[in-house]
DNA sequence: GTCTTGCTTTGATTACTGTCAAATTAGATG
DNA sequence: CATCTAATTTGACAGTAATCAAAGCAAGAC
């Protein structure tokens, strides 16, 4: 089995991910795992609460009054994001704090992109 | 709770979805109801095949031999992408031809983005 | 040392998800 | 009508995941 393998030899259709050529059974196997992580609410609230709070980086403290769970729920989805290599953790202290990917999350970003030939840069 | 609910009125920081401003509690249950249908491998090599097919669509008999998964399971994939948007059906005949929606993929790919600030488009 | 605060880990429970075999529907063809 | 192929639905099962309470760990304050 396993057909549509490993395509051309990269850039004979558009230039998109998901339009150009199909995806390998390997590629989608590394980008579902990404995608698994970021897909949930929390997880990506958190994700967006971190990328957007100033320097790029988020105390664990400032993150968990946003949201109606309990610390140690907060916690897991942290760990949930650190392991699929989303986010990265920082202990300073007292305080964790957290900062985002920013070159994984590109990676997702240009996979899902419809026409935009952006892949290449964040492989 | 729910703090960090709705924001500014739009575009007050960079412009990317992510980084710019943090996502409300409502857009990250809409947007991880279609991340949570793309993040699984065989689904997102389905929505691949399709979007690279040619004429934009395919037939699932098309799709069911490029995996290792039995027919119903395929069409289980099919149907959970078809329910949160990302794709859909039409039956010509005796075979049914599935086309991503393009808009809703772009959507996806815009909230991810690291720094394009191009979510407006396809709200 | 003892406390206190911040965060994580453990353990248990509940709910969901991916998969298949079997049965079913839809259309074409004889 | 009967039959064949294409695709979906149903039902069941195994594995995974989200959540919390309770316990544990780390660092600073006393």
């Known amino acids: 089995m396993r057909e549509v ?7 004979e259709c558009c230039g998109s ?17 990404l995608l ?7 997880r990506l609230r958190l994700v ?11 105390c664990v403290c400032e993150l968990t009054g946003a949201f109606d769970l309990t610390a140690p729920t907060i916690s897991h989805h942290l760990r949930v994001l650190r392991e699929a ?4 953790s920082e ?3 007292t305080w964790v ?4 990917n920013q070159g994984v999350l590109a990676r997702l970003a240009a996979v899902l992109g419809p026409g935009v030939p952006a892949m290449a840069a964040s492989r």
Chains 1, 2 share one sequence.
């Open 5 to 11: 393998s490993v395509a051309g030899p990269a850039g």
């Open 85 to 88: 290599g989303l986010i990265s």
């Open 17 to 33: 991910p998901l339009t150009g050529e199909p995806l390998s059974a390997a590629e989608a196997g590394e980008i579902s795992v």
């Open 36 to 42: 698994k992580a970021i897909a949930d609410p929390a």
């Open 97 to 100: 704090y957290y900062r985002t």
């Open 91 to 93: 202990r300073r202290g």
């Open 48 to 58: 967006s609460l971190i990328a957007c709070h100033e320097g790029g980086e988020a």
